[in-house]
């Protein structure tokens, strides 16, 4: 199974409401990245963050991370249409070589007007 | 404007039939990749590069090649020994430093073999 796994696979939500998405991972990383992909398109980068680091904020991005339980969540205040997206995590993992990151199946985040 | 591009957006093939699917940068970036991204999966690693004249396996190279001649490209083949070649592939870039830098991504190839 991979080692990032996002919870829940899709998320409904309407304008103005948050949206707030977890990823789980199984072993040590060095960071953890989030990323969003519309559809069809390529994905963007949103936020990294380190191990030694647990939160950050990015506009209406709130990233935290808890190495202890394996997990971080991104939450998106105050959603618009154009937040509709699939949102990923991706892990560097302290055993992989540099350059590898792994990446999990994604939330499919709907916002609607 | 820098970025990555990806061509063609869209490719047919027949079975049995190699492609190669074209990725340049001009972010000037030493770190270049390839992904697979199939419905409802993560994305997952054919090959990656760090440096020009070099590149290492992911975790799907089979049935895949590369070559990283210019910093500013490396162009991805499938082979017909790729058993599930359809497929988005996806090309990204990154700086090389220390610790895993975020990806640039291009818009993606969408390959159909049939």
């Known amino acids: 199974s991979q080692q990032g796994e996002e919870d829940p696979q899709a998320l409904s939500i309407q304008e103005g409401e948050n949206a707030t998405m977890n990823c789980s991972y199984k072993?040590?990383?060095?960071?953890l990245q989030w990323y969003r992909q519309n559809s069809g398109r390529g994905l963007v980068h949103l936020i990294l963050?380190?191990?030694?680091?647990r939160e950050k904020h990015s506009g209406r991005l709130r990233v935290t991370l808890d190495t202890s339980k394996k997990s971080s969540s991104l939450l998106i205040t105050a959603s618009r249409a154009a937040d509709t997206a699939s949102y990923f995590c991706a892990t560097a993992r302290l055993t992989d070589s540099w350059g590898k990151l792994q990446f999990g199946a994604g939330t499919q985040v709907v916002v609607t007007p | 404007d820098g970025g990555i591009t990806q061509s063609p957006k869209y490719l047919f093939r027949k079975e049995g039939q190699n492609v190669t699917l074209s990725c340049e940068q001009n972010l000037n970036h030493d770190a270049m990749y390839w992904y697979r991204q199939d419905p409802g999966q993560g994305l997952r690693l054919i090959y990656y590069s760090q440096i020009v004249n070099d590149f290492q396996k992911g975790d799907i190279a089979e049935g895949y090649s590369v070559s990283r001649e210019k910093k500013e490209s490396f162009p991805l083949t499938v082979t017909s020994a790729q058993k599930n070649p359809t497929a988005f592939y996806l090309c990204?870039?990154?700086?090389?430093?220390?610790?895993?830098?975020?990806?640039?991504f291009g818009n993606g190839t969408r390959l159909t073999v049939t």
């Open positions: 990204a870039s990154s700086i090389f430093q220390g610790e895993n830098s975020p990806l640039h």
């Open positions: 963050i380190r191990s030694n680091e």
């Open positions: 072993t040590s990383i060095n960071n």
